[in-house]
């Protein structure tokens, strides 16, 4: 009688470890609920919009199309205008944003200066700014009649078609773009910098190097993980660039400032081809994840353990 | 592990078979059924500013009829009620019992999601001659009728008379572009730094719309061929063009920037919908009694001088459940001259309900326009308001178009040739026809 | 020399910040500006840059259109509400992929990362769809939960919790402590400055999530600051002036926020330790 007893509870207890919090069942418990939400909320949307992509909305049906919406994609001269600015965003507005950030934040890091928790915040803002009112402001900034045009004429220059040509508008939405995330970056930066070792820099300095060395040879090496960590953000929002382009331009004028995250959004809820919308999602995609891929081969294996 | 990532595959396979058709919902038809007036009931409807107030105004007058049911009025603004719009009927849940949508704007939604609105078409027959014809037309779907017109926008030319006085132009000599022009730059000589018209050269094609529509044509016939290329549309952007070449016309490039303008007397007139007014009068007060109204200009001597910009309709979701009720309210709002006079007296929607224009209101001068008798001059033009043909690819058209039209106004294009080439693009795109 | 070359350096550094920090802050200037200004004023040309008279009408008018108390109670409660969950969740994964060996943890990760990659524009129409199916319509549940296994979140959770020393993990379950135990009372507190930077963070998100807030939320009552904003910008008649009042004060929360949780923000995005 004993024997099998003490035998059913072993055989229950068996069953029971298998389930228990240990440390071999413990990871899954954790990450539970965070895949469970993740395929519900995140997988399932992303799959169907792949899916959607081989269809085509007409009259309120989805017709399966194959891969027509591609082959239409690869003939669209507005696709490629998109294609063709965020490329030319990605080129000039990302590294020169990084370039100013890295600028700002040595200014910030240098032992003079004073009041720094204070310009931290200053330069944080732009980064916190509500839509609406980041829209209304910068377009009554850069209307015709608005307060840059203004300044300018103050300084004897003519005024600016800011959002009126075509050239211009890629710049204001650049500009905006440089406002908005510069000093978040800037703050990246600055962690970074805060970071590098004393020691590295007295010692350079005792083998008599110059500030200018010393910043080559030291502070860019050492921040390389921050940096590329820094501009992979900044090429993964540029890719998908939404807000700027639909809140100033419109996309416009003529297609010179559209982005693929814009058009993607004007195809569905626009023109509601949903079908052709879910194919520029799954493009979009495609771009984002292999600029990334460079990205971090160009950064080498040293970032973050990836 | 490999276990659980095969159920999620499965899972994922099992939710997307679940894709492809949306069960087709069942024709909706409004019947005029009788309704007893001490139901209850609650009927919500988008709107958005002054409008939603205007419609708020009508409400006493709908509960002296039906005093249980509530009426709820919902602010959503404007560029957020297409959204939602196209949320909520792709999911069929999540909109109101009655929608507010632009006139030129709705027409996409009734092809694109099937029966997606109430069919109004059995109750408003009698309706039909007392409406806006143009506004009418753009409700209708298959010969069917899916929103009721509310306001009209006729469009009129909004001038500045004290300009007019410095150029010794008198305004009622201006009958057709040419004349128009001439004025501008006698207008512009005697005013510095005035230009006689603003137009958005890039961005938005209201102005052409206009054009076309005095003409007798839009982007599409009503063979739903497309007629962007044809020679109304030709005609209309040569005019812009003109107006470029003999440098009287001034780049608005915004809403905001065509206010500051006009705030600071910088452009001469403006070319819009009778709404123009409200905004004047709201933002602009202080240039009370120094507006006057003419009709637009035609192409031709004696050709038509009438034309529209904007206005909107009112649509029932099929999701409404109070569907009967909230016909009942749309026909007291909009279809009863004491509410259209309400509306348009308080908030300056300018009605599109034709007897509407019999009230002695509408033979008043207005004094912001120095005395003139402005409600008349546009309650005149209503009647006679060409009809358009819109579809459900009217905004893709409309992409094409305003890709056109910056090519000629803010480059060298030939005009006949960016639009001959829209057309094409369009057909490419909507697999539509070119009208000969 | 050596002063003159400082004095250089030191004009030159504060310079470059000043004009960086009047650049940034500016627009806010005018926004705040605007918000004292009526409408008509806001458009004048020359701009008007000094206060105006309008405060208290926009803000009697503002109230009117739009119930001011609840829709900023809303917009709080909702960005609160999602910024613990996320935390919690986030944190909890972040430790598993950091400190466990189990089968698939590298593919799972790399597929948590691959979605950050996404643009939200092109998930709304099916993700709306589920909430339909759930029910979840023009309720919070459909604002807060989609977002909360958030894979920037999880990423930086992670990142910051490799750092835990193995041997503290060891000693604790050596001495009897239970897996969630150990993750709750050892490993969360170290954890502080990247709590709140992911909470700024997320709190940030959440805020300004406007768009899916605008389609998933009918009722007036339940809306956010940020969605009722926008329906305050019509078609022909916009009050600036109440806009700009409106947006001032949905900006100014996330600016105390900042304001107060700066150190940990900072410290928390690189895992490591601030020097002042």
Request: hydrophobic share 45%; glycine share 6%.
């Given at each position: 009688?004993?024997?099998?007893?003490?035998?059913?509870?072993?055989?229950r207890?068996?069953?029971?470890?298998k389930?228990?919090?240990?440390?071999?069942?413990?990871?899954?418990?954790?990450?539970?609920?965070?895949?469970?939400?993740?395929?519900?909320?995140?997988?399932?949307?992303?799959?169907?919009?792949?899916?959607?992509?081989?269809?085509?909305?007409?009259?309120?049906?989805?017709?399966?199309?194959?891969?027509?919406?591609?082959?239409?994609?690869?003939?669209?001269?507005?696709f490629?205008?998109?294609?063709?600015?965020?490329?030319?965003?990605?080129?000039?507005?990302?590294?020169l944003?990084?370039?100013?950030?890295?600028?700002?934040?040595?200014?910030?890091?240098?032992?003079?200066?004073?009041?720094?928790?204070?310009?931290?915040?200053?330069?944080?803002?732009?980064?916190?700014?509500?839509?609406?009112?980041y829209?209304?402001?910068f377009?009554?900034?850069?209307?015709?009649?608005?307060?840059?045009?203004?300044?300018?004429?103050?300084?004897?220059?003519?005024?600016?078609?800011?959002?009126i040509?075509?050239?211009?508008?890629?710049?204001?939405?650049?500009?905006?773009?440089?406002?908005?995330?510069?000093?978040?970056?800037?703050?990246?930066?600055?962690?970074?910098?805060?970071?590098?070792?004393?020691?590295?820099?007295?010692?350079?300095?005792?083998?008599?190097?110059?500030?200018?060395?010393?910043?080559?040879?030291?502070?860019?090496?050492?921040m390389?993980?921050i940096?590329?960590?820094?501009?992979?953000?900044?090429t993964?929002?540029?890719?998908?660039?939404?807000?700027?382009?639909?809140?100033?331009?419109?996309?416009?004028p003529?297609?010179?400032?559209?982005?693929?995250?814009?058009?993607?959004?004007?195809?569905?809820?626009?023109?509601?081809?949903?079908?052709?919308?879910?194919?520029?999602?799954?493009?979009?995609?495609?771009?984002?994840?292999?600029m990334?891929?460079?990205?971090m081969?160009?950064?080498?294996?040293?970032?973050?353990?990836? | 592990m490999?276990?659980?990532?095969?159920?999620?595959?499965?899972?994922?396979?099992?939710?997307?078979?679940?894709?492809?058709?949306?069960?087709?919902?069942?024709?909706?038809?409004?019947?005029?059924?009788?309704?007893?007036?001490?139901?209850?009931?609650?009927?919500?409807i988008?709107?958005?500013?002054?409008?939603?107030?205007?419609?708020?105004?009508?409400?006493p007058?709908?509960?002296?009829?039906?005093?249980?049911?509530?009426?709820?009025?919902?602010?959503?603004?404007?560029?957020?009620?297409?959204?939602?719009?196209?949320?909520?009927?792709?999911?069929?849940?999540?909109?109101?019992?009655?929608?507010?949508?632009?006139?030129?704007?709705f027409?996409?939604?009734?092809p694109?999601f099937?029966?997606?609105?109430?069919?109004?078409?059995?109750?408003?027959?009698?309706?039909?001659?007392?409406?806006?014809?143009?506004?009418?037309?753009?409700?209708?779907?298959?010969?069917?009728?899916?929103?009721?017109?509310?306001d009209?926008?006729?469009?009129?030319i909004?001038?500045?008379?004290?300009?007019?006085?410095?150029?010794?132009?008198?305004?009622?000599?201006?009958?057709?572009?040419?004349?128009?022009?001439e004025?501008?730059?006698?207008?512009?000589?005697?005013?510095?730094?005035?230009?006689?018209?603003?137009?958005?050269?890039?961005?938005?094609?209201?102005?052409?719309?206009?054009?076309?529509?005095?003409?007798?044509?839009?982007?599409?016939?009503?063979?739903?061929?497309?007629?962007?290329?044809?020679?109304?549309n030709?005609?209309?952007?040569?005019?812009?063009?003109?107006?470029?070449?003999?440098?009287?016309?001034?780049?608005?490039?915004?809403?905001?920037?065509?206010?500051?303008?006009?705030?600071?007397?910088?452009?001469?007139?403006?070319?819009?919908?009778?709404?123009?007014?409200?905004?004047?009068?709201?933002?602009?007060?202080?240039?009370?009694?120094k507006?006057?109204?003419?009709?637009?200009?035609?192409?031709?001597?004696?050709?038509?001088?009438?034309?529209?910009?904007?206005?909107?309709?009112?649509?029932?979701?099929?999701?409404?459940?109070?569907?009967?009720?909230?016909?009942?309210?749309?026909?007291?709002?909009?279809a009863?001259?004491?509410?259209?006079?309400?509306m348009?007296?308080?908030?300056?929607?300018?009605?599109?309900?034709?007897?509407?224009?019999?009230?002695?209101?509408?033979?008043?001068?207005?004094?912001?326009?120095?005395?003139?008798?402005?409600?008349e001059?546009?309650?005149?033009?209503?009647?006679?308001?060409?009809k358009?043909?819109?579809?459900?690819?009217?905004s893709?058209?409309?992409?094409?178009?305003?890709?056109?039209?910056?090519?000629?106004?803010?480059?060298?294009?030939?005009v006949?040739?960016?639009?001959?080439?829209?057309?094409?693009?369009?057909?490419t795109?909507t697999?539509?026809?070119i009208?000969? | 020399?050596?002063?003159?070359?400082?004095?250089?350096?030191?004009?030159?550094?504060?310079?470059i910040?000043?004009?960086?920090?009047?650049?940034?802050?500016?627009?806010?200037?005018?926004?705040?500006?605007?918000?004292?200004n009526?409408?008509?004023?806001?458009?004048?040309?020359?701009?008007?840059?000094?206060?105006?008279?309008?405060?208290?009408?926009?803000?009697?008018?503002?109230?009117?259109?739009?119930?001011?108390?609840?829709?900023?109670?809303?917009?709080?409660?909702?960005?609160?509400?999602?910024?613990?969950?996320t935390?919690?969740?986030?944190?909890?994964?972040?430790?598993?992929?950091?400190?466990?060996?189990?089968?698939?943890?590298?593919y799972?990760?790399?597929?948590?990362?691959?979605?950050?990659?996404?643009?939200g524009?092109?998930?709304?129409?099916?993700?709306?769809?589920?909430?339909?199916?759930?029910?979840?319509?023009?309720?919070?549940?459909?604002?807060?939960?989609?977002?909360?296994?958030?894979?920037?979140?999880?990423?930086?959770?992670?990142q910051?919790?490799?750092?835990?020393?193995?041997?503290?993990?060891?000693?604790?379950?050596?001495?009897?402590?239970?897996?969630?135990?150990?993750?709750?009372?050892?490993?969360?507190?170290?954890?502080?400055?990247?709590?709140?930077?992911?909470?700024?963070?997320?709190?940030?998100?959440?805020?300004?999530?406007?768009?899916?807030?605008?389609?998933?939320?009918?009722?007036?009552?339940?809306?956010?600051?940020?969605?009722?904003?926008?329906?305050?910008?019509?078609?022909?008649?916009?009050?600036?002036?109440?806009?700009?009042?409106?947006?001032?004060?949905?900006?100014?929360?996330?600016i105390?926020?900042?304001?107060?949780?700066?150190?940990?923000?900072?410290?928390?995005?690189?895992?490591?330790?601030?020097?002042?």
């Amino acid at each position: 009688m004993d024997i099998s007893m003490t035998r059913t509870k072993e055989r229950r207890s068996n069953l029971s470890s298998k389930f228990k919090l240990n440390k071999r069942t413990a990871p899954y418990y954790f990450i539970a609920p965070a895949v469970i939400l993740f395929v519900l909320f995140t997988l399932y949307p992303f799959f169907r919009t792949i899916l959607l992509s081989f269809y085509s909305y007409e009259r309120g049906r989805y017709i399966y199309s194959g891969i027509s919406n591609y082959q239409r994609l690869f003939s669209d001269a507005i696709f490629f205008k998109a294609l063709s600015n965020t490329f030319t965003y990605l080129l000039i507005q990302v590294p020169l944003m990084s370039t100013l950030s890295l600028i700002l934040a040595v200014a910030l890091n240098s032992k003079i200066i004073k009041w720094k928790s204070q310009f931290r915040v200053a330069f944080f803002l732009p980064s916190v700014t509500e839509m609406i009112a980041y829209s209304i402001i910068f377009s009554l900034f850069l209307s015709d009649k608005g307060l840059l045009n203004y300044l300018l004429s103050i300084l004897g220059i003519e005024s600016i078609p800011w959002l009126i040509h075509p050239f211009w508008a890629k710049v204001s939405i650049m500009v905006a773009l440089t406002w908005r995330w510069t000093g978040y970056n800037m703050i990246i930066m600055l962690a970074g910098l805060q970071g590098i070792s004393d020691t590295l820099y007295e010692a350079a300095e005792i083998d008599g190097a110059s500030r200018f060395q010393q910043f080559l040879h030291i502070t860019i090496p050492q921040m390389k993980p921050i940096i590329l960590f820094s501009m992979l953000m900044s090429t993964i929002g540029t890719i998908n660039l939404f807000s700027e382009p639909f809140i100033l331009t419109k996309g416009g004028p003529s297609n010179s400032t559209i982005s693929l995250g814009l058009y993607l959004y004007n195809q569905g809820f626009m023109n509601l081809n949903f079908g052709y919308a879910s194919a520029i999602s799954v493009v979009l995609l495609i771009i984002t994840a292999i600029m990334s891929f460079i990205q971090m081969k160009a950064g080498g294996k040293d970032n973050g353990g990836l | 592990m490999k276990k659980i990532f095969f159920l999620v595959i499965g899972l994922i396979a099992v939710f997307l078979t679940g894709c492809g058709d949306s069960k087709p919902i069942e024709t909706s038809e409004i019947t005029g059924k009788e309704i007893k007036s001490d139901v209850k009931a609650e009927i919500k409807i988008w709107s958005w500013d002054v409008a939603a107030l205007g419609l708020k105004e009508t409400i006493p007058s709908f509960n002296k009829k039906y005093p249980n049911v509530k009426v709820i009025v919902e602010e959503v603004g404007s560029g957020d009620t297409y959204q939602k719009l196209t949320i909520g009927l792709n999911s069929n849940t999540g909109l109101p019992d009655i929608m507010t949508i632009e006139t030129d704007v709705f027409i996409k939604y009734p092809p694109n999601f099937p029966n997606g609105f109430y069919d109004l078409t059995k109750v408003s027959a009698n309706l039909e001659n007392d409406f806006d014809p143009s506004k009418w037309q753009l409700g209708m779907y298959e010969n069917k009728l899916y929103a009721l017109p509310w306001d009209s926008a006729p469009a009129g030319i909004f001038y500045r008379r004290d300009f007019f006085e410095n150029g010794g132009v008198d305004p009622e000599t201006i009958k057709t572009w040419d004349d128009f022009i001439e004025a501008g730059k006698k207008i512009q000589a005697a005013n510095p730094g005035v230009k006689m018209i603003p137009i958005n050269y890039a961005k938005e094609t209201s102005i052409h719309s206009m054009m076309v529509n005095s003409l007798g044509s839009g982007n599409f016939n009503s063979e739903g061929q497309i007629t962007v290329a044809d020679e109304s549309n030709i005609k209309a952007l040569k005019m812009q063009k003109r107006f470029i070449d003999e440098d009287i016309s001034y780049n608005a490039d915004s809403w905001n920037t065509l206010v500051i303008a006009t705030k600071n007397d910088e452009v001469a007139t403006v070319l819009y919908g009778g709404w123009w007014g409200g905004t004047l009068k709201d933002q602009m007060p202080e240039q009370s009694g120094k507006w006057g109204v003419i009709p637009i200009p035609s192409f031709e001597k004696n050709g038509k001088r009438v034309s529209y910009s904007g206005g909107a309709s009112l649509a029932i979701p099929s999701q409404s459940k109070n569907a009967e009720l909230a016909w009942e309210f749309i026909k007291n709002a909009v279809a009863t001259k004491e509410n259209q006079l309400l509306m348009y007296k308080k908030y300056d929607l300018f009605p599109s309900y034709l007897p509407t224009f019999e009230d002695k209101y509408f033979k008043k001068g207005d004094p912001y326009f120095a005395g003139q008798k402005v409600s008349e001059l546009f309650a005149k033009m209503v009647p006679f308001i060409n009809k358009e043909y819109g579809t459900e690819d009217d905004s893709e058209a409309i992409d094409y178009l305003l890709d056109a039209q910056a090519a000629v106004l803010t480059g060298d294009a030939d005009v006949e040739k960016v639009l001959k080439n829209a057309a094409e693009a369009i057909k490419t795109a909507t697999h539509r026809s070119i009208a000969d | 020399m050596v002063d003159s070359k400082n004095k250089i350096k030191t004009v030159l550094s504060y310079s470059i910040i000043i004009i960086g920090v009047i650049v940034s802050l500016f627009p806010f200037y005018w926004m705040f500006i605007g918000a004292t200004n009526s409408s008509a004023d806001i458009f004048s040309f020359p701009p008007k840059m000094i206060p105006g008279k309008s405060f208290m009408k926009n803000l009697t008018a503002l109230n009117e259109q739009i119930d001011l108390q609840k829709v900023i109670f809303n917009s709080f409660f909702v960005a609160i509400t999602y910024t613990i969950f996320t935390l919690t969740i986030s944190s909890i994964a972040g430790y598993a992929f950091a400190k466990f060996e189990f089968k698939g943890r590298n593919y799972l990760f790399g597929a948590i990362l691959l979605t950050m990659m996404l643009p939200g524009q092109a998930t709304m129409i099916p993700l709306f769809d589920i909430m339909k199916t759930f029910g979840w319509l023009n309720s919070y549940k459909a604002v807060i939960i989609p977002g909360i296994a958030n894979a920037f979140g999880i990423f930086l959770m992670r990142q910051n919790m490799l750092k835990v020393p193995d041997s503290l993990i060891e000693a604790a379950r050596i001495d009897g402590c239970g897996e969630f135990a150990i993750f709750y009372k050892i490993v969360l507190p170290t954890m502080r400055p990247s709590i709140a930077a992911l909470g700024i963070y997320m709190f940030m998100f959440q805020w300004g999530n406007f768009m899916w807030q605008l389609i998933v939320l009918n009722d007036s009552s339940m809306k956010t600051l940020p969605v009722a904003l926008s329906s305050l910008v019509g078609l022909s008649r916009v009050d600036y002036g109440q806009v700009l009042l409106g947006a001032s004060l949905s900006t100014l929360p996330v600016i105390a926020i900042f304001l107060i949780l700066q150190k940990q923000f900072i410290s928390g995005i690189l895992g490591g330790a601030l020097k002042e």
